[in-house]
């Protein structure tokens, strides 16, 4: 990014109030304090392998669709709604097929802006516009590095973003040069960051996890008592201890039989791993991170409930709604924020999910058979979502009745005796039947 370009744009470092104060403290210590003395902050949060895979999971899952840009066309007499084409010479097509910027990819680029909504509630990237209005980069700023404020209390007054560098420095953008993508919102401004809200679930997770580890750490007993009918020096307790956990410490040391001489005595003060329900308590907060992020619990590798029938569903129903969801949220802050009010009603956004909905091959087999058979997609359509290269002949991209295998919209019968091939006619698809 260019620093020259920036540091016009640089102010005087405002005075710092209380919650910038107690943020930086909570940045500092690993996070906000939860009830189980554990730290949490979106780093921190990471650390829980539930967090982990909604988070990269949602991120992946988005990135891998496709963002293209498209033209609205006139609306032809009868038609419902407006017909598009793939805007392939727009400056978005670029930025969102391929590169977002001259350093980062169009797929890193949404893999990480929604990991930033996910764990902090909002993403933003800045746009870099050339000197005809045009945008041809998205640079992508860390969401705990930003602050967003009006400069006057009046509510129509514009938003504007401030950005601390690493060394301290601050900058500022107006909101028509930010990229602003927001979670769940009680402002319609900034979104709010599932982690903080729901520490509690995921310091329990994280107390959970550093409980096993400790827990096995020390052998797989808990903590107990050792009871001598004498007094020890000090010496003969550190040698009695020292000799004990030599023997029974650690899971290589898992199960010896243990000697005690001398009227030595032992007894259990804790409760065991089933006691204590832990393998209960970690599935459930798996199954609460899940709800969280809205991410199927079967990704988790949670499959004792599961068919193959009901992931398929439960598949389908993610992307009808979690991604749906976040696709139509991006659309909207790209059309807003990425085009112009003129260019709004010409061009307009779509995520692409096919490559998510796949069956497997005869499902796939049997809807392509089906759709083509009945002239709502053509063959070298049904090729393009397969991946596959265009039929050469032209018949090929037109839609066919299923009943007599004529062009879709065509009233013409062909005469008994011709088949499926119609006769030579005026508007030329025939020629290529001929040669």
């Known amino acids: 990014m260019d620093l020259i370009r920036r540091a016009s744009q640089q102010f005087e470092r405002r005075m710092q109030s209380l919650a910038d104060l107690d943020s930086q403290m909570d940045y500092r210590l690993g996070g906000t304090p939860t009830y189980t003395g554990k730290y949490v902050s979106p780093d921190t949060a990471l650390r829980v392998s539930a967090v982990w895979s909604c988070v990269n999971g949602r991120a992946s899952d988005w990135a891998k669709s496709s963002l293209r840009t498209f033209t609205r066309l006139d609306m032809e007499e009868g038609a419902t709604f407006n017909a598009v084409?793939?805007?392939?010479?727009?400056?978005?097509?670029?930025?969102?097929?391929?590169?977002?910027?001259?350093?980062?990819?169009?797929?890193?680029?949404?893999?990480?802006m929604q990991s930033w909504v996910d764990l902090a509630g909002n993403a933003y990237a800045e746009i870099e516009m050339n000197g005809r209005g045009q945008v041809v980069a998205l640079w992508p700023w860390r969401p705990d590095r930003v602050k967003v404020y009006r400069m006057t209390f009046a509510p129509d007054s514009p938003l504007w973003y401030e950005y601390r560098m690493r060394d301290g420095q601050t900058f500022r953008l107006p909101q028509d040069r930010i990229l602003h993508v927001r979670g769940l919102s009680l402002d319609g401004i900034i979104g709010l960051s599932p982690i903080e809200y729901h520490k509690q679930t995921v310091g329990l997770?994280?107390?959970?996890?550093?409980?096993?580890?400790?827990?096995?750490?020390?052998?797989?007993?808990?903590?107990?008592?050792?009871?001598?009918?004498?007094?020890?020096?000090?010496?003969?307790?550190?040698?009695?201890?020292?000799?004990?956990?030599?023997?029974?410490?650690?899971?290589?040391?898992?199960?010896?039989?243990?000697?005690?001489?001398?009227?030595?005595?032992?007894?259990?003060?804790?409760?065991?791993m089933v006691d204590a329900q832990y393998l209960d308590t970690m599935r459930f907060t798996v199954e609460d991170v899940a709800r969280i992020f809205d991410f199927p619990v079967h990704r988790l590798k949670m499959l004792d409930r599961m068919t193959n029938n009901n992931i398929e569903f439960i598949g389908r129903e993610y992307v009808d709604y979690a991604l749906g969801h976040i696709a139509a949220n991006w659309q909207q802050e790209i059309e807003y924020s990425l085009l112009s009010v003129r260019d709004r009603d010409s061009y307009s956004v779509r995520a692409d999910f096919s490559d998510l909905l796949l069956g497997d091959m005869k499902t796939q087999a049997e809807f392509y058979g089906s759709v083509i058979n009945n002239g709502i997609m053509t063959q070298n359509e049904a090729r393009a979502?397969?991946?596959?290269?265009?039929?050469?002949?032209?018949?090929?991209?037109?839609?066919?009745?299923?009943?007599?295998?004529?062009?879709?919209?065509?009233?013409?019968?062909?005469?008994?005796?011709?088949?499926?091939?119609?006769?030579?006619?005026?508007?030329?698809?025939?020629?290529?039947?001929t040669q």
Do not use: C
Request: charged fraction near 20%; charge should be positive; hydrophobic fraction near 35%.
């Open 205 to 272: 997770s994280m107390a959970i996890t550093e409980h096993g580890a400790r827990f096995f750490s020390h052998g797989t007993r808990p903590l107990g008592v050792l009871q001598y009918p004498g007094k020890l020096s000090d010496k003969a307790e550190k040698s009695l201890r020292e000799s004990w956990m030599a023997q029974h410490e650690g899971l290589n040391n898992a199960h010896r039989v243990a000697i005690l001489e001398e009227g030595v005595k032992y007894d259990q003060v804790g409760t065991s």
């Open 385 to 433: 979502r397969l991946h596959m290269n265009p039929l050469p002949n032209r018949l090929a991209s037109v839609p066919w009745k299923q009943s007599a295998q004529v062009p879709a919209g065509d009233d013409y019968q062909p005469p008994k005796g011709a088949g499926s091939v119609p006769p030579v006619k005026p508007n030329g698809l025939a020629r290529e039947v």
């Open 85 to 112: 084409e793939p805007a392939t010479s727009h400056y978005l097509w670029s930025l969102l097929q391929h590169e977002a910027n001259p350093r980062m990819s169009a797929w890193r680029f949404k893999h990480s």
